[in-house]
């Protein structure tokens, strides 16, 4: 009992619940490459049972601790064979950007839910249900965004850099996605260092400001409708 009483229940209750929300973005992430991918007319993911929501498909043991220490982290990449689409770059572009594009959305969708349970803690206090609830779409909005805003840094291998390689000639196009041996080594270093601390913080809170302000108007509806 004693022991049962000194364990930090509050402290685990807190890293499950960001833990359950790396997953979901993560696999939100992934599988909205899969599908990009799929609808371009590439199989591949498919066939790699990359499309399914089961985060055992999708996890990076190394990436997810990144996400859960520092907040900016990685699955396992999506194969994609740009042979299928009828414009490689193009598809390749599109099929990168589907993956920060769905973790923008759900960062959106979690800022209308926190602001409508903003609203019902108004009314109804701040009770463990709700609260609960409101920590897991805080902490949505803020590594969703976090995952987008890292996955456009336009260097490989992330997501940015397919966006950027559409515009290149095809001999500085090979050469360029050639870097992605070495770019995640160079990316953890970056990371390390923390020279991109300043921009990325930046970046995110001017995007979570936004995403809360532009849906406020939900709390103000919730907040009328249980009065």
């Known amino acids: 009992m004693e022991l ?3 364990v930090d229940w509050q402290g685990m209750g807190t890293m499950f619940l960001r833990i359950f929300a790396i997953l979901l973005c993560l696999v939100v992430h992934e599988v909205c490459h899969g599908l990009a991918a799929y609808w371009l007319g590439d199989p591949t993911a498919k066939r790699n049972k990359r499309l399914s929501l089961n985060p055992l498909h999708h996890l990076d043991i190394f990436g997810l601790i990144m996400m859960v ?12 064979d740009p042979r299928y689409f009828k414009n490689p770059k193009k598809g390749m572009a599109i099929t990168a950007l589907a993956g ?8 959106f969708l979690a800022a209308f839910g926190a602001n409508a349970l903003a609203a019902a803690m108004t009314v109804y206090g701040q009770t463990g249900v709700l609260m609960t609830a409101f920590s ?3 902490l949505l909005i803020l590594l969703n965004i ?5 996955n456009l840094i336009p260097f490989p291998p992330l997501d940015g850099s397919k966006v950027v390689a559409m515009f290149l000639p095809d001999r500085q196009y090979i050469r360029w996605m050639q870097l992605e041996r070495y770019g995640m080594v160079i990316l953890m270093a970056v990371l390390w260092f923390g020279w991109l601390d300043t921009y990325l913080y930046a970046a995110r809170t001017f995007l979570v400001d936004f995403m809360l302000t532009r849906t406020e108007g939900i709390y103000y509806l919730v907040l009328n409708l249980l009065r």
């Open 146 to 150: 976090g995952l987008g805003v890292f």
């Open 4 to 6: 049962i009483r000194g």
């Open 100 to 107: 920060p594009l769905s973790n923008f959305v759900l960062a």
């Open 69 to 80: 220490t520092v907040g900016f982290g990685w699955a396992k990449p999506v194969p994609v």
């Open 136 to 138: 897991l779409c805080y």
